[in-house]
């Protein structure tokens, strides 16, 4: 079972994957949860390891209750593309 992590340090959600870190670099203020930008590492790319945490960090947002601004275009299109998280988006 993917665990998502909150790396308040680092400003991002991280999930591990076959030893390497997917990642999802954030800001939370006022109720609102601004994506700016998902990376996976050349190894993870195409296996769907982004999804997995976009996953992840969209259904943290909807049980704290949060609204979604995805300045990243994976994560704007990942949402667009996903009608179960689309609402979270401001």
């Known amino acids: 079972?993917?665990?998502l992590r909150h790396n308040a340090n680092a400003g991002q959600?991280?999930?591990d994957v076959d030893?390497?870190?997917v990642f999802?670099?954030?800001?939370?203020?006022d109720g609102v949860l601004t994506i700016l930008w998902v990376e996976a590492p050349a190894?993870?790319?195409g296996t769907?390891?982004?999804?997995?945490?976009?996953?992840?960090v969209a259904q943290e947002a909807r049980e704290?209750?949060?609204?979604?601004?995805?300045?990243?275009?994976?994560?704007?299109?990942?949402?667009r593309r996903s009608p179960e998280y689309r609402e979270?988006?401001?």
Do not use: F, S
Not at 24 to 29: D, F, I, Y
Not at 48 to 56: E, N, S, V, Y
């Open 1 to 3: 079972m993917d665990h």
């Open 88 to 90: 979270l988006v401001v």
């Open 24 to 29: 999802a670099r954030c800001r939370r203020q």
């Open 19 to 21: 030893g390497q870190t």
């Open 48 to 56: 769907g390891a982004a999804g997995r945490l976009m996953k992840l």
């Open 13 to 15: 959600y991280e999930l």
């Open 64 to 79: 704290q209750g949060w609204r979604v601004v995805p300045v990243c275009g994976y994560a704007a299109a990942w949402l």
């Open 43 to 45: 190894g993870l790319r």
